[in-house]
């Protein structure tokens, strides 16, 4: 098994930053990939940025050039930046880890953008 929780959200206003945070534990050996989704209310889950276990990134292009991906393994910690952020990137914000075939999810934190 593998647990995730994140943490870094809040309420910030436009143009503004985040970073949000998501800690990893138990067995996360053998983890090909882990990324970043998002939910907004009525909308479905999307994925917002990937990063491999070579160090590969994959982003959505409405967070192109404003977002960043990153990881620290002796941290067990993956992050993602959000610069620019608009009110459209208002939603909850999921982690995500891909493991031998298995997806786990952490609890989701919640990012408001609003003047």
């Known amino acids: 098994q593998v647990q995730l929780v994140e943490s870094g959200g809040g309420l910030v206003q436009p143009g503004g930053s985040l970073r949000l945070s998501c800690a990893r534990s138990?067995?996360?050996?053998?983890?090909?990939?882990m990324g970043w989704y998002r939910q907004a209310p009525g909308k479905e889950r999307e994925s917002v940025a990937i990063?491999?276990?070579?160090?590969?990134?994959i982003y959505t292009n409405s967070v192109k050039g404003r977002f960043t991906i990153s990881r620290d393994n002796t941290k067990n910690t993956m992050y993602l930046q959000m610069n620019n952020l608009k009110p459209e990137d208002s939603a909850v914000y999921y982690c995500?880890?891909?493991?031998?075939?298995?997806?786990?999810w952490g609890q989701g934190t919640q990012v408001t953008v609003s003047p």
């Open positions: 995500n880890a891909v493991r031998l075939g298995s997806q786990y």
């Open positions: 138990g067995n996360t050996f053998l983890i090909s990939a």
């Open positions: 990063i491999t276990n070579t160090g590969s990134t």
